[in-house]
């Protein structure tokens, strides 16, 4: 057993109102630079819809995760080394700017200056990588928000797709006239695979995966631009930066988590739904996970990696892999591991891909009460619930092929408990005494429901030594706040051209600090 931990999230669906400050947010945050335009490390989608980039979960298109070889063996997708050496200076498996959308702006000078008139000034779409004017805009991160595209583009959602292709009372369910219709939204952000096909696909080895906390960079000093990391990328969670030529992904707010801080996505999330936390796992088993033959087994099997904090044996087994206490102390209370493994609620996204993903989901199961009431009866009682979780507006087969690689069983017993919380719930808030008392559904109602902050993110810190360690490297490659100037905004930085001054302004972990006790404390006085 070789025990190691990871950064984990879950992402709870029913909360999710498409709000998309997480993708504002976080745009401002790491993606303000010139050549990243149309670069959204976080996007929320709205289901069923193409997605972004374009259809990226049809892998016969764009040959990304893993698959099996005759022998049983992982490979990549795309290909050996030798396919792979024969494309390196022209991949003819990239999303294109159409796939992703041409970024544009708007003339407001023309709104703003134009003279006295008898016509209404207009300001033409702009694009930002030509300067020059566009006819029309034609896609966009969300071009289906709420369904906005669904009759001419959901049908080619590749979900829809594979569900059409299987037995017409599952493919029926899947229609676009506007009185059965029905959608949610989707959040997403770089899985920070457990098994990342990225990572296993860079020719230079900029990509990796951190051993102390399980996220994957890039390496911008050591990137050459091959991209076959975008290629390799499932998700297409990585983006190439057409002006520095450096792939570009989410870094999962690293200098944020190491000081104790939420993701700015999970900080800024209007409906509160995303949980922060650790997950212990047994690396040995990753490889033998992701080689599970049968595709609805991968999520049993990726399960089956995962440790228990609580037993004494992998506690021993993870101090002797140098695993600090305060990490063991963490995955012992952490939320994502109670919502992925105790409960089961929360589910991979696309596991058939064989990354095994670390961003989890609890699936929606809002529209259910809705359905019921209008049929005449009461779409809170326990009995109801559970018998109209097959009739869902959402059908189960659809959250299937999205989170269990089509296997609808442990779907429907994650929706189930989610009813179960419900109906449970509901006899407490009306004063009624349950039949039967559990102390574990109010545990699960908190955690999804009020759950506090301290409650949602459990975030262990990096080692004080290694943080100011890494500060003082920092000075002494001449990042001083002594020589910031403003002036300089145009000039290189560390992503490259145009993406900041030369000479960064540090922020030392005590101001990390500071800010964290400010965006926490209740009192003002307490900060």
């Given at each position: 057993m070789r025990v190691m931990a990871q950064i984990a999230m879950v992402m709870n669906l029913d909360k999710c109102i498409g709000c998309s400050a997480c993708s504002v947010t976080c745009k401002q945050t790491w993606t303000n630079r010139r050549g990243v335009e149309y670069v959204w490390f976080n996007?929320?989608?709205?289901?069923?819809?193409?997605?972004?980039?374009?259809?990226?979960?049809?892998?016969?298109?764009?040959?990304?995760?893993?698959?099996?070889?005759?022998?049983?063996?992982?490979?990549?997708?795309?290909?050996?080394?030798l396919k792979k050496l024969a494309e390196i200076f022209a991949n003819p498996v990239l999303p294109t700017v159409e796939d992703y959308y041409e970024p544009w702006t708007y003339d407001y000078d023309d709104l703003?200056?134009?003279?006295?008139?008898?016509?209404?000034?207009?300001?033409?779409?702009?694009?930002?990588?030509?300067?020059?004017?566009?006819?029309?805009?034609r896609w966009s991160a969300n071009w289906d928000d709420n369904l906005g595209g669904a009759p001419e583009y959901g049908p080619?959602?590749?979900?829809?797709?594979?569900?059409?292709?299987q037995a017409s009372t599952v493919g029926e369910k899947v229609k676009f006239e506007f009185e059965q219709a029905f959608m949610f939204y989707l959040p997403r952000i770089c899985e920070h695979c457990l098994n990342p096909a990225c990572v296993a696909s860079c020719p230079s080895g900029a990509m990796y995966?951190?051993?102390?906390?399980?996220?994957?960079?890039?390496?911008?000093?050591?990137?050459?631009?091959?991209?076959?990391?975008?290629?390799?990328?499932?998700?297409?969670k990585v983006y190439f930066n057409h002006r520095t030529g450096k792939a570009e992904k989410c870094t999962f707010c690293y200098p944020r988590v190491e000081v104790g801080l939420p993701t700015v996505c999970s900080e800024t999330c209007p409906g509160r739904l995303r949980y922060l936390g650790v997950m212990l796992y047994d690396a040995d088993k990753v490889a033998d996970a992701a080689r599970t033959t049968d595709d609805r087994d991968l999520y049993e099997a990726q399960l089956g990696v995962f440790l228990d904090p609580a037993d004494p044996a992998v506690v021993r087994a993870a101090e002797?892999?140098?695993?600090?206490?305060?990490?063991?102390?963490?995955?012992?209370?952490?939320?994502?591991?109670?919502?992925?493994?105790?409960?089961?609620?929360?589910?991979?996204?696309?596991?058939?891909?064989?990354?095994?993903?670390?961003?989890?989901?609890?699936?929606?199961?809002?529209?259910?009460?809705?359905?019921?009431?209008?049929?005449?009866?009461?779409?809170e009682e326990a009995g109801n619930l559970f018998g109209a979780i097959d009739a869902l507006r959402i059908p189960v087969e659809y959250l299937a092929e999205l989170f269990t690689a089509g296997d609808v069983v442990p779907v429907r017993a994650a929706l189930g408990r989610l009813a179960a919380m419900r109906a449970y719930m509901r006899e407490v808030n009306l004063g009624e005494r349950p039949a039967e008392p559990s102390a574990e559904i109010e545990e699960l109602y908190r955690l999804l429901a009020i759950a506090k902050y301290e409650e949602r993110y459990v975030i262990p810190t990096a080692a004080m030594s290694d943080a100011h360690a890494m500060e003082e490297a920092a000075l002494a490659s001449g990042?001083?706040?002594?020589?910031?100037?403003?002036?300089?905004?145009?000039?290189?930085?560390?992503?490259?051209?145009?993406?900041?001054?030369?000479n960064l302004p540090m922020v030392t972990l005590e101001d990390f600090h500071a800010m964290r006790r400010r965006q926490t404390a209740d009192r003002e006085e307490d900060a």
């Open positions: 996007n929320v989608e709205t289901r069923p819809g193409l997605g972004y980039p374009r259809r990226y979960a049809d892998q016969e298109k764009w040959k990304g995760g893993w698959e099996l070889d005759k022998r049983g063996r992982l490979k990549l997708k795309q290909g050996g080394r703003q200056q134009a003279p006295l008139g008898t016509d209404y000034p207009v300001a033409r779409p702009r694009s930002l990588l030509t300067g020059k004017p566009m006819d029309t805009v080619e959602d590749p979900v829809v797709q594979r569900m059409r292709a995966k951190r051993s102390e906390d399980g996220i994957v960079l890039v390496d911008q000093d050591r990137c050459r631009g091959w991209r076959q990391c975008v290629t390799a990328c499932p998700y297409k002797a892999a140098g695993i600090p206490h305060d990490w063991i102390g963490a995955a012992q209370r952490s939320p994502v591991r109670k919502l992925i493994c105790d409960y089961r609620v929360a589910l991979p996204l696309h596991p058939e891909f064989r990354t095994l993903p670390m961003v989890w989901y609890v699936p929606p199961l809002s529209p259910v009460v809705e359905a019921v009431a209008e049929s005449g009866h009461d779409g990042c001083s706040v002594d020589d910031y100037d403003t002036s300089d905004l145009d000039r290189n930085g560390p992503f490259g051209d145009d993406s900041g001054p030369k």
